[in-house]
């Protein structure tokens, strides 16, 4: 194993790369996965998926509201910190659109930061965009 997280640890990031590291590899003769599970999550029990829903879906007020928060308050270096820990949990629940909404506000906030401003971002939109998609992230995951 040769892996790592970075702190603040997101239970989210634990749960998703314990289940990559401890799944079974595919065989060569696996067929292609139908079951429209993340190809990381593909193969995982039906229990260890729905703990990883469970997961993303208990931190996402929190990690929104904080995103939220920061961007209101200006801290861009923190909304830039937090939208990257963000879209690292939605690509590994396999939710690609919330993924680049947050690569959108990870850029964004870099920009304001480093004062090279892009309002042509609309911020609270894009954040309105996110939280729906992650919604519908866990809906998929759950189901």
Not at 9 to 33: H, K, M
Not at 59 to 77: K, M, Q, W
Not at 131 to 143: H, I, V, Y
């Amino acid at each position: 194993m040769d892996d790592h997280l970075t702190e603040p640890v997101d239970r989210t990031q634990v749960l998703a790369r314990i289940a990559v590291w401890t799944a079974e590899p595919p065989t060569e003769s696996s067929p292609p996965s139908t079951s429209g599970t993340p190809a990381e999550l593909d193969g995982l029990p039906a229990e260890a998926i729905a703990d990883i829903a469970d997961a993303f879906a208990a931190s996402t007020p929190e990690n929104l509201g904080r995103l939220r928060t920061t961007l209101g308050a200006g801290d861009f270096d923190a909304a830039r910190l937090l939208a990257h820990r963000l879209k690292g949990s939605c690509a590994t629940v396999g939710a690609a659109r919330a993924a680049g909404l947050c690569q959108e506000i990870e850029a964004a906030a870099s920009a304001r930061r480093q004062r090279t401003a892009r309002d042509d971002v609309p911020l609270p939109a894009v954040l309105t965009r996110l939280a729906d998609e992650m919604r519908r992230a866990t809906q998929e995951l759950r189901s």
